[in-house]
Each structure stands twice: as structure tokens, then as C-alpha cells.
């Protein structure tokens, strides 16, 4: 059973490029959650998605960051026109309902030049 | 204030010693807690929940206390393996992960 699973593992973007972020969580977990950390800091909770539907995005900029969980496919966290200040480590987590155990994905490290 | 606060240490301690840190939390409302463990640059593990009579998983033992809101992480017959960074965990709701900025352990041989 594999893990969640996230891509790229680093990503490095030009000031003012997008960044994708990508993520697929365990099998059999509906729920899953992005959660940023910047060097020396804690995770912070950025968003919480359940299949097509945002629950909770409260934790997330109000500009230039979206994500989505389509019915098909990966969680995908968007980054338009990063900056120097969006270079982070990025997690994604699932679970198998809301009140359950959060698992984490390896990450993707974004570098922004 | 930050909503959990730890000792970002590091502890530097001999392998066989023992090791305790603690965190505290400012939502008196706080329903769950946990211990995470992050090795350098890879994903957070969940080490152990914390409930209220406190428990024990095998060298590890934690503590919660409501009334001081804090809780606590010992590490008992420390060994190399269990050098990491300690991440505390609050959750205020039903599933928004509150993380502390963790406390690094080193263990020495």
C-alpha cells in the first residue's frame, strides 16, 4: 500500500514562473491537507480538501495560491508568479475521514531563483 | 503568541541517557495532541498521541496537562536512531494540524 505520494520532490522556478505541486494521497484516503514550512518554522496548515470540494482554505494566501482535487486524478497546489518568499517545503497529507490520523507525503522542496 | 511553542533545543545527550522536553499550546479549547518526529529534510512521522492520563510506548512516555496546557515528551535509553527533530501537535478542530517548531535531539555515541 503505497504511501502518499508527492511530485515533483524539487522544484526550482524563475520569480514570476507557476509552480504545480502535485499530490496523491493513500489509497482509500478521500481527504487530504497542504501545509507549508519555511526554514526554522512549523508546518502550517495552508488547505483542506475532500474529492472536487475545498473544506477549508483558510490557511491559504489570498492571492496567487489555489488548489484543487479533482474526481480524477491528484491533489494539485498552484503557485502563480512566485516569489523569492514562496521558497518552501510543501506536505501533503491524507487521511480516511476528518477525524482520523493525518499521513504525510515526502514533500516537495520549491527553490524560487 | 504562537499557538504551540517548544524548545527548539538542541539537546545534545549520550546514548543510554535519558531526554524530556516539553511544549506548550495558548487554545485552552484544544481537543488532541500528538508527537511527530521529523528526520532532516524528509516527511513528519506520527511518534505517539498524548491523551489525558498519559501514556507510554515503549522507551517513549507523554504527558498532557490541561491546566498548564503543556504537554511532554521523554525519551528513555536514548539511542543514535533517535536523533530527530520532535514536532508537538494541537489540533483545535476536527483535522487543522497545529505544528510547533520543533525541538532537535541528538544523540551521541
Known amino acids: 500500500n503505497a504511501g502518499v505520494m508527492q511530485n515533483p520532490r524539487h522544484l526550482v522556478r524563475r520569480r514570476g514562473q507557476e509552480a504545480r505541486l502535485r499530490c496523491s494521497p493513500m489509497?482509500?484516503?478521500?481527504?487530504v491537507y497542504w501545509y507549508r514550512q519555511l526554514p526554522e518554522e512549523g508546518l502550517k496548515f495552508m488547505v483542506y480538501?475532500?474529492?472536487?470540494?475545498?473544506?477549508?482554505e483558510s490557511g491559504m494566501p489570498k492571492e496567487r495560491f489555489s488548489a484543487e482535487f479533482p474526481k480524477e486524478g491528484p491533489s494539485i497546489l498552484r503557485i502563480q508568479q512566485v516569489v523569492r518568499g514562496d521558497s518552501a517545503a510543501y506536505f501533503c497529507?491524507?487521511?480516511?475521514?476528518?477525524?482520523?490520523?493525518?499521513?504525510f507525503g515526502a514533500g516537495t522542496r520549491l527553490s524560487v531563483l | 503568541r504562537k499557538e504551540v511553542e517548544q524548545d527548539p533545543g538542541p539537546f545534545n545527550v549520550p546514548e543510554g541517557a535519558t531526554v524530556a522536553f516539553n511544549c506548550t499550546y495558548s487554545?485552552?479549547?484544544?481537543?488532541?495532541f500528538f508527537w511527530y518526529r521529523q528526520d532532516c529534510r524528509k516527511e513528519p512521522k506520527l511518534l505517539m498521541s498524548?491523551?489525558?492520563s498519559g501514556n507510554e510506548d515503549g522507551r517513549f512516555t507523554a504527558q498532557l496537562n490541561r491546566a498548564s496546557q503543556y504537554i511532554s515528551l521523554l525519551i528513555r535509553d536514548s539511542k543514535l536512531s533517535d536523533s530527530a527533530t520532535y514536532l508537538c501537535?494541537?489540533?483545535?478542530?476536527?483535522?487543522?494540524?497545529?505544528f510547533g517548531a520543533g525541538t532537535t535531539v541528538t544523540v551521541r555515541a
Open positions: 501537535v494541537v489540533i483545535d478542530n476536527d483535522y487543522k494540524l497545529s
Open positions: 497529507a491524507s487521511s480516511p475521514g476528518q477525524l482520523n490520523i493525518q499521513y
Open positions: 498524548v491523551y489525558s
Open positions: 487554545n485552552s479549547a484544544s481537543q488532541s
Open positions: 480538501l475532500q474529492k472536487e470540494n475545498i473544506i477549508d
Open positions: 489509497k482509500g484516503h478521500s481527504h
